[in-house]
């Protein structure tokens, strides 16, 4: 029988942990990703990756707040990340969803792909996965990279429902975008 994890849990598992638990967990459907969540990092691969992250996403001038998603129709979706920015919320980084394979267990997974718009996100390749651990609390798996194995190198941090709605589409589309083995290695 699995533990109902909670916030707190997630932040004392280490990354192998995270991994074993993301591989035990389901996809959330298109559907439920519907509004803005709380986001925040977990355990990361090193030091360096902690560092970078925690001034990237945390620091005095601009605080990574939540991702926010909605359906387009039953297998697509929108979404974009929101940040505190002084006194401004601001959103970026836009990104397409689906239910993919997973790159870590081949086993469906809510994907946030970057690369179909422009951005800082879009041109390094992320991808994050999303699966539920319980009602409002999901755990997600972000992954960059040019190669083959940059983009096999987890970076985990969760998400939390807050009921705050969409705020609206941000963005511009990629001309000639395809989804490819780097955005989901198991289709190609």
């Not at 979706?77 to 239910?99: A, D, E, K, S």
């Not at 409002?136 to 992954?143: A, E, K, Q, V």
């Not at 083959?148 to 000639?176: C, E, M, S, V």
Request: glycine residues 6%; contains cysteine; charged residues 20%.
């Amino acid at each position: 029988m699995q533990k109902n994890f909670t916030e707190e849990d997630l932040l004392l598992l280490s990354l192998e942990e995270l991994l074993d638990l993301f591989q035990t967990l389901d996809s959330p459907s298109i559907e439920e990703m519907n509004g803005e969540f709380a986001a925040r990092l977990l355990a990361q691969p090193n030091w360096v990756a902690n560092t970078i992250g925690q001034i990237t996403l945390n620091n005095p001038f601009r605080q990574w707040l939540s991702k926010a998603f909605r359906p387009l129709d039953t297998t697509t979706g929108r979404g974009y990340n929101t940040f505190l920015q002084g006194h401004r919320i601001v959103q970026c980084y836009p990104m397409l969803t689906m239910i993919a394979p997973s790159r870590f267990d081949n086993q469906p997974a809510y994907q946030l792909i970057y690369r179909q718009f422009h951005s800082i996100c879009g041109s390094i390749n992320m991808v994050d996965e999303i699966r539920r651990v319980s009602k409002n609390l999901y755990l997600g798996i972000g992954t960059y990279g040019f190669t083959h194995h940059q983009r096999h190198i987890p970076y985990p941090f969760f998400l939390k429902a807050t009921h705050t709605p969409y705020r609206g589409d941000i963005g511009r589309k990629r001309d000639g975008f395809q989804i490819s083995s780097r955005e989901i290695p198991r289709l190609y």
